[in-house]
C-alpha cells in the first residue's frame, strides 16, 4: 500500500509541475501578442502623420499660382507638333546659345627674362627680345618672343608651354668641356641603310640636346684621308655643326672665329679649305 501511495504523490507532482509550465508559456504568448499589437498601432500613427504631411503639400502645390508656358512657333514648319516648348527646342538642338566667359589670365612661374639666350629644339639658338602678353581662345596669355638673328625669324612661345617645347636654357661652360670631349672620340658609325640612319641623325639634331646634336658632328665629321660626302650628308652635317658652334660661342661667350678654330681643331678640320661657314 505505501508503495502505491508514493507513486500516486509522484504523478500528482507532475501534472502540478505540468500545469505551471503551461500557464508560464500562456503568459509569454499573451504578453508578445501586447508586444505586437502595440507596434502594429505606432505605425499606424506614423502612416497616418506621413499622410497628412503629404496632403498638406499637395495643397500647397494646389495654392501656388501656375505659370503659363511661353510657346514659340517655328517658322516655315505648318503642323501640330509646330509649337514646341523653349526647353525641349534647346534639348534638340535647334536653337544655337551663345555663352560669354570671362576673359581669365592665366599666373605662371617666368623660366627665362628678355636678352637671354635660350635652346628651341627645332630652330637652335635664340634670344628672347620680349615677353608680351596675348589673347588666345578668351585667355590672356604670356608668351615669349624668341629671335633667330642667323634665319631673320621670329618665334612666340606661351611661358605655360616651355617645358612642352622643350624650350630650355644654353649649355654652360663645364657642360660644353664634356661636349669638346666627345668630338675627339671615334666615329660610331652603324651598318644600316642610309636613310635609316639620315632619319636618326635628323631626330637627334632636332632633339635640341647638345650631347646628341655633338654626336652627329662626330659621326660625319669627314678629314681629308677620309671618303668624300654624300650632299645629303654635308648638309646633315653642317646644321649640326651650325647649332653646336653657336650654343659654344654663346656658352663660352667668345668670338665667332674663336669658336670656329677651337671646333675644327677638335674635329681635325683646321687644315680643311672648303669647311663649313654656318654658324
Known amino acids: 500500500m505505501t508503495k502505491k501511495k508514493t507513486k500516486q504523490n509522484i504523478s500528482k507532482k507532475k501534472v502540478a509541475k505540468k500545469k505551471v509550465v503551461k500557464k508560464k508559456v500562456a503568459k509569454k504568448k499573451v504578453a508578445k501578442k501586447k508586444v505586437a499589437k502595440k507596434k502594429v ?125 622643350n624650350l630650355r636654357k644654353v649649355s654652360r661652360p663645364g657642360k660644353i668641356q664634356t661636349i669638346f670631349k666627345i668630338l675627339t672620340e671615334k666615329a660610331k658609325i652603324k651598318r644600316t641603310m642610309w636613310s635609316r640612319r639620315a632619319q636618326e641623325y635628323d631626330q ?35 646644321l649640326a655643326y651650325g647649332r653646336l658652334l653657336r650654343e659654344v660661342i654663346v656658352s663660352l661667350k667668345i668670338t665667332d672665329e674663336a669658336g670656329k678654330k677651337k671646333v675644327d681643331k677638335l674635329l681635325g678640320r683646321d687644315k680643311i679649305e672648303n669647311a663649313p661657314l654656318a654658324i
Open 41 to 165: 498601432a505606432k505605425k499606424k500613427v506614423a502612416k497616418k502623420k506621413v499622410s497628412k504631411k503629404v496632403v498638406e503639400k499637395k495643397k500647397e502645390v494646389i495654392d501656388k499660382p501656375v505659370k503659363k508656358k511661353r510657346i514659340v512657333s517655328l517658322p516655315g514648319i505648318q503642323h501640330k507638333r509646330a509649337h514646341l516648348n523653349p526647353s525641349h527646342w534647346q534639348a534638340k538642338k535647334t536653337k544655337k546659345v551663345l555663352e560669354i566667359k570671362d576673359i581669365k589670365e592665366k599666373k605662371v612661374k617666368k623660366i627665362f627674362n628678355t636678352k637671354d639666350y635660350v635652346v628651341y629644339p627645332t630652330h637652335g639658338v635664340g634670344q628672347v627680345i620680349d615677353i608680351e602678353k596675348r589673347e588666345v581662345v578668351g585667355q590672356k596669355l604670356e608668351m615669349y618672343v624668341i629671335e633667330f638673328p642667323n634665319m631673320d625669324m621670329l618665334v612666340r612661345v606661351p611661358v605655360d608651354k616651355t617645358k612642352l617645347n
Open 204 to 238: 637627334k639634331i632636332n632633339s635640341g640636346e647638345i650631347e646628341q646634336i655633338a654626336e652627329v658632328v662626330r659621326d660625319l665629321n669627314r678629314a681629308d684621308s677620309q671618303a668624300e660626302q654624300s650632299y645629303s650628308e654635308r648638309q646633315l652635317f653642317e
